[in-house]
């Protein structure tokens, strides 16, 4: 094989110039299992990245390959559209049996494109046809993929500077963010503060804003820099909208299958939405994307909602050994121990170096937001969010044999989203090259 400069100056020459992990990530990846991969020179990483939380089993596991290798061998149907297989129909009662109860009673399900994003546009295609109506709320913050549709309902700004004309129509609320607090408050005070708000918008006939199509969410914020959702907010909107009619969308593309601990991040709520985005992890490794929905609103018609790839058997035999294995309830009890054991690990080196602002999350969807002690204030008090301390510790990382990504304002967020079924050791390795990193990088600002 060739050098992993040899791959990655060749990649730069024929890829778009949108390409971003590998600017940060300057490796061609040789093989793979579990938490780890191996580069074309024989260089070992733990993997922290892992597919951007899609592979929510590891790389390479044993069970969804011999599914997959299975189906081949069966002389099955790989691409079958919308048409029904036997596949299908398991898959579809697969997945009802991990809903809410009073969520699978009612349930429909859309099969989408492969990507989130495309789960986006078909949830909001279908709260406006089922209601009539034409805006949609949305959250600061909050990420619901990259297409025209689902970029218009996405906090970052740097994604929609340079393009003209996205959706019309979407207004954007407070989301609670305790260390950075919208209202300027923080602690429960700040949550109150953006539910009075959501709620007076919503039921003041002179707020200006008509009632919306649907209210966009995520449980756990993930690219805004994995701000969990007080269970109070999260409760509040819930009982906003249904006292007013309106379907409420929780995007758990990144949050589900059980990263936060629970199968879906809304159930730490207690809640039950009207439609529930799901991608990611719930291909087994394959890209798959689905939509599901009460059936209260299933008023489109016979193609409404298309896409070629819909019917992607792969993704659904590998989909439905996720389902059950991260369905058990032994299974999410060990995702959230292991979170509390690394978040505690991270909270105790907070103590020790002045560049951790804030470490939060739930299960294995946490972030650790990096400051530069002697920067700026915001309008709570704090250092503001510093991307290039985030930079430096994602770098010495790398340089170490750990991939972690960034995310959250100005990159300055490093994030969890590793294997669910990593094993004490990886994380003890993981956690090891770390707080080395930190320290050293610490270092630099207290001298």
Known sequence: MHSNLYYT???????????????????????????WIEDVEGNKYLDFLNGAGTLALGHNDDEINAAMVDLIQSGAALHALDLATPLKDMFVETLFSILPKGMASRAKVQFCSPSGTDATDAAIKLCKTATGRSTVIAFSGGYHGMGHGAMALTGNCN????????????????????????????????????INYLERLLKDPESGVTRPAAVIIEPIQGEGGVVPAPVEFLQAVRRITKELGIPLICD??????????????????????DVILISKAIGGSQPLSVVVYDRDLDAWGPGAHAGT?????????????????????????????????????????????????????????????????????????????????????????????????????NGSVMRCLCALNISDADINAAMTIFEKVVREVDERYRN
């Open 252 to 273: 758990e593309i990144q949050s589900g299958m059980g990263r936060s601990g629970r199968m879906f991040a809304f159930e730490h709520a207690g809640i039950v939405p």
């Open 309 to 409: 790839f819909r019917g992607n058997q792969l993704a659904m035999a590998s989909g439905i050994v996720v389902m059950r294995r991260v369905g058990d309830p032994g299974f999410l009890a060990e995702v959230s121990r292991k979170g509390d054991m690394m978040m505690d690990r991270i909270r105790r080196l907070q103590q020790e170096v002045s560049i951790i602002g804030d470490v939060r999350g739930r299960g294995l969807m946490f972030g650790v937001e990096f400051i530069d002690p002697n920067g700026p204030l915001d309008l709570m008090g704090v250092p503001e969010p510093s991307g290039k301390v985030a930079t430096l510790v994602q770098r010495g990382c790398f340089e170490n044999g750990f991939i972690m990504e960034k995310g959250g304002r």
């Open 9 to 35: 100056d060749h990649q730069a020459e024929y890829e778009s110039s949108a390409r971003s992990y590998p600017r940060r990530f300057p490796l061609a990846i040789a093989s793979a299992k579990g938490s």
């Open 159 to 194: 994604a929609k500077d340079r393009v003209a004309n996205v959706m019309p129509g979407v207004q954007f609320m407070p989301y609670p963010y305790s260390y950075r607090c919208p209202m300027g408050i923080g602690g429960e005070a700040g949550t109150r503060a953006c």
